[in-house]
């Protein structure tokens, strides 16, 4: 029966005044990163209605946000629409991509550029009967019982849903929905592991004279890149005297021991995408705030390596790989643009806050690129490199060239009743029922920097490049306990301790666990049930039916 129309015009003029958003939906994700659209594209192709939310003003997370040399891992391993996505974008640059059972590291073919990446988000968004909202930042979280039934953002507005998907780096909406997390790095005795807990890494991650020689590719053989370089620099503002003071961004040791329990998560940056091609470039200009001081570590170091006879190039400085049409991707080095301690604030820091954060790195970074362009004590040659790159003017059009998205590498960590862990990586245990599948190395960016007996050592590297066993990620990892919320699914903060999330956390596996976890939601919707008493030999069926990939054939 039609609704009498004095009802719908009430329904307009009191709907916004509520804030209500007028629908409930199927299945709400939350965050649009790449993880967040996949989920969503995964709902709407099994029929659902889809709500996708993200608090900010573009799609793709970090995938369109500058991390455009993906970190692959085993390719064999990547399935479903993660699969058909990064396919789809190398054809468009002219390429087949190869999804075979071998190392692939990062980069190489599974490059992009992030307006292609985002475009081709859109373009699948656009085909689809998605509802997706920008700027909704969300504040809270109502509950009955266990179950969320609505969430409400910054803005008033309200959304209903039958099942909720938290698809942000940060775990916003399963913080609000009371679901406990950690991030905290847990001692290595919690769950029988080797590298979790405080860290100084003196056998690789410490300052030394001796270097060697890198081969072309800016790799010593053990894979230790020129930007891994690390020479033994006073922390102190006085560098013969330790009553000075200590110099930004380094705390001081306090006798903790390797493994034990230990506050922070990994460094954080901007994945920059830069071009030396002078018709595109924009060139990096003096920061209105621009402190010498804060480039004092840059300083020492550059003063290091020289005294070693080191002929350094911008290399020393940020890992850089060549991206297509004249761009590359700027990463991060021992002393590049990563700030060990802001990440420790941004979890559980509110927007405004996160603003403020987001502002202080990208004005460190661009001090530090005006720094290496301009100081007279960088090498000319260093000088003149660092000069020829600059912002791309047809990337992040309406942020200067500047992505939209800080690199988070790790935020907040579910703990439910599976916590994936270093035994699950090495094989030495298999998560009961898989839903994708991990294969990159455990690659955690330091902690912090720290005054150990007299130099600044990086608490809390570990290897990049320490390679793991394809293995699975369990189903229990993504879903909350059972008492704590039934219609919500976590996919980037997942359950995992810090050293297995540093293997679990790249791009391509998101977006796998995202369409698991949408299978999962759906199937959940169906049947009316909590999320964790979904049938698994169900889900499994759907999951291999979608293309994914939950185990390799052995290569023996």
């Known amino acids: ?331 991060t080095a021992t002393f590049g643009s990563n700030i060990p301690g802001l990440s420790w604030e941004w979890p559980d820091a509110n927007w405004a806050k996160r603003k403020e954060l987001y502002d202080y790195q990208r004005d460190y970074h661009v001090g530090l690129l005006y720094f290496l362009a301009t100081d007279p004590v960088v090498p000319e040659k260093l000088r003149e490199e660092a000069r020829s790159f600059g912002l791309c003017k047809d990337e992040f059009a309406d942020n200067g060239g500047w992505p939209y998205q800080i690199y988070v590498r790790e935020a907040r960590r579910m703990v439910s009743g599976l916590v994936m862990n270093e035994n699950h990586c090495t094989g030495a245990l298999d998560a009961p029922k898989p839903i994708a599948m991990a294969s990159y190395g455990i690659d955690i960016h330091e902690i912090q920097r720290i005054a150990y007996k007299d130099m600044i050592v990086r608490e809390g590297k570990s290897p990049a490049r320490v390679k793991v066993k394809p293995f699975g990620i369990g189903y229990g990892s993504i879903v909350p306990k059972e008492n704590e919320c039934t219609n919500l699914l976590v996919t980037f903060s997942l359950s995992a301790s810090h050293v297995a999330f540093g293997s679990i956390r790249m791009e391509p596996t998101f977006m796998m666990l995202n369409q698991s976890a949408a299978s999962a939601a759906v199937q959940a919707v169906d049947e009316d049930i909590p999320i964790q008493e979904i049938n698994y030999d169900a889900l499994r069926k759907k999951i291999l039916a979608d293309g994914q990939i939950l185990s390799l054939p052995s290569r023996e």
């Not at 995964?42 to 608090?55: F, I, N, T, Y």
């Not at 991509?97 to 292609?116: C, M, Q, R």
């Not at 979790?196 to 790799?219: A, H, L, M």
């Not at 621009?290 to 020289?306: S, V």
Request: glycine fraction near 10%.
């Open 1 to 331: 029966m039609k609704k009498p129309l004095l009802f719908l015009l009430l329904s307009f003029l009191l709907i916004p005044l509520l804030g209500l958003s007028g629908r409930s939906y199927d299945i709400c994700v939350y965050g649009a990163t790449s993880g967040g659209v996949v989920a969503a594209l995964q709902a709407d192709r099994m029929g659902k209605s889809v709500l996708l939310l993200e608090p900010y003003k573009h799609v793709g997370g970090s995938t369109t946000g500058g991390l455009s040399a993906v970190d692959v891992g085993n390719p064999a391993t990547i399935g479903g629409i993660a699969r058909e996505y990064f396919a789809k974008l190398a054809e468009r640059y002219g390429k087949t991509l190869k999804f075979d059972n071998y190392f692939a590291h990062t980069g190489g073919d599974f490059v992009i550029e992030p307006s292609g990446a985002e475009k081709l988000f859109l373009e699948y968004i656009a085909e689809s009967n998605i509802d997706l909202f920008y700027d909704k930042k969300i504040v809270s979280a109502q509950k009955r019982d266990a179950k969320i039934q609505s969430i409400t953002m910054l803005d008033g507005t309200v959304y209903e849903a039958k099942v909720f998907i938290d698809a942000t780096y940060e775990g916003d909406l399963m913080a609000l929905a009371g679901v406990s997390y950690t991030t905290t790095r847990e001692a290595n005795s919690q769950y029988r592991e080797t590298g979790n807990g405080f860290s100084i890494r003196e056998d690789r991650y410490y300052p030394s004279v001796y270097w060697g020689v890198p081969g072309e590719n800016g790799r010593r053989p053990d894979g230790k890149g020129i930007w891994d370089r690390d020479l033994p620099i006073s922390p102190y503002i006085d560098p013969t005297n330790r009553e000075s003071g200590l110099l930004p961004t380094i705390k001081p040791y306090q006798g903790e021991q390797n493994g034990e329990r230990a506050a922070g998560v990994q460094a954080y940056c901007f994945r920059l995408c830069m071009t030396n091609d002078p018709d595109n470039r924009i060139p990096i200009s003096k920061p209105d705030n621009y402190d010498p001081w804060n480039y004092e570590i840059q300083r020492r170091f550059i003063q290091a390596c020289l005294l070693q006879g080191d002929d350094m190039d911008i290399r020393w400085f940020t890992k850089l790989d060549p991206l297509v049409n004249g761009k590359w991707d700027f990463n």
